[in-house]
Nanobody, 116 residues
Framework: QVQLVESGGGLVQPGGSLRLSCAASGSIFNINYMGWYRQAPGKQRELVAAIDRGGDTMYADSVKGRFTISRANAKNTVYLQMNSLKPEDTAVYYC??????????WGQGTQVTVSS
C-alpha cells in the first residue's frame, strides 16, 4: 500500500510562489512515476508535472518555465515549486504515483488559490 500526503497549498497573490510537498509512504519501491495533477471546479483533472525514476521531468505547456518538480529520495518526498503564479493556476493540486503494475495512487489534494 502506498500513501501520498500533500501539503503546502494556500492563498497567494498573482506573481507569488508556493512550494507543494508530497510525502510518500508504504511500498514506494514500485513507483515508477510521480507527478502533480490539478483540478479546477467544473474542469477535468490535468497533469501539471511529472518525474520518473531517472529524474526526467515533464511539464504542461501552461506551467513550463514557472513550475519545477523535484524529488528528494532520502525523504520520500516530491516537490512542486510554483513561481509566477497566475489566477488560472487556482485548483486543487493532487500528488500522483504510478506503480510498475499500472496502479494509480492519489493524495487527498491541497487547495491552491491565486487571487488578489
Amino acid at each position: 500500500q502506498v500513501q501520498l500526503v500533500e501539503s503546502g497549498g494556500g492563498l497567494v497573490q498573482p506573481g507569488g510562489s508556493l512550494r507543494l510537498s508530497c510525502a510518500a509512504s508504504g511500498s514506494i519501491f514500485n513507483i515508477n512515476y510521480m507527478g502533480w495533477y490539478r483540478q479546477a471546479p467544473g474542469k477535468q483533472r490535468e497533469l501539471v508535472a511529472a518525474i520518473d525514476r531517472g529524474g526526467d521531468t515533464m511539464y504542461a505547456d501552461s506551467v513550463k518555465g514557472r513550475f519545477t518538480i523535484s524529488r528528494a529520495n532520502a525523504k520520500n518526498t516530491v516537490y512542486l515549486q510554483m513561481n509566477s503564479l497566475k489566477p488560472e493556476d487556482t485548483a486543487v493540486y493532487y500528488c500522483h504515483g504510478e506503480s510498475s503494475d499500472s496502479f494509480d495512487y492519489w493524495g487527498q489534494g491541497t487547495q491552491v488559490t491565486v487571487s488578489s
